[in-house]
């Protein structure tokens, strides 16, 4: 399995959107794998291709706590399209692993409903609510070249970044 590098901003790739893939394949669901095994190295709960600095669209998911003894539950998707989302409104702290260790409230329609193609390449359905909510549409803006400081203020993002700066300066991330 290939490794991929998780990059961090103000990495071009986190800026671009990324391209339909034609079908589910080996070569794709190789890179599922490549990114499963990169999120939960991270660790994170959801990674998108452009993370890896790949501009397909693929990303994928785990919300299980494996450190509470639950079982892993990776979701994979392919071409994701949002069909429904809610008028209420959740704000949330988000995170993100292109953006280390800054977390910001974020505001996003409380209820999705999205349509992807499976691991296997099957159409599929998934309406999620809560963090799984707010993870699969922070995955969706990856491949469309949107960050979640993308909806803060210039003055916070600025800061973000800023500080993101000085972290790889020091730690060398
Ligand atoms: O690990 C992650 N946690 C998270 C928390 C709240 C909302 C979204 C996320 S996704 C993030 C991993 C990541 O950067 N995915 O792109
Ligand atoms: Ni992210």
Known sequence: MKNYEIITVPHPALKQKAQDVQTVDDAI????????????DAPGIGLAANQVNLLNRVLVMDLSKPDKGEEPNPICMANPQ????????????????????????VERPAIVRVRYLDYHGKEAELEAEGLLSHCVQHEIDHLNGVL??????????????????????????
Request: aromatic share 8%; charged share 30%.
């Open 29 to 40: 669901r190789a890179q599922m794998d490549g990114m499963l095994r990169a999120m939960y």
């Open 82 to 105: 949002v069909i429904y989302e809610s008028e209420d409104i959740s704000v949330m702290e988000e995170g993100c692993l292109s953006i280390p260790q800054q977390y910001a409230e």
């Open 148 to 173: 979640f400081i993308d909806y803060l203020s210039s003055l916070k993002r600025n800061m973000i970044l800023k500080k993101v700066e000085k972290l790889k300066k020091h730690e060398a991330l």
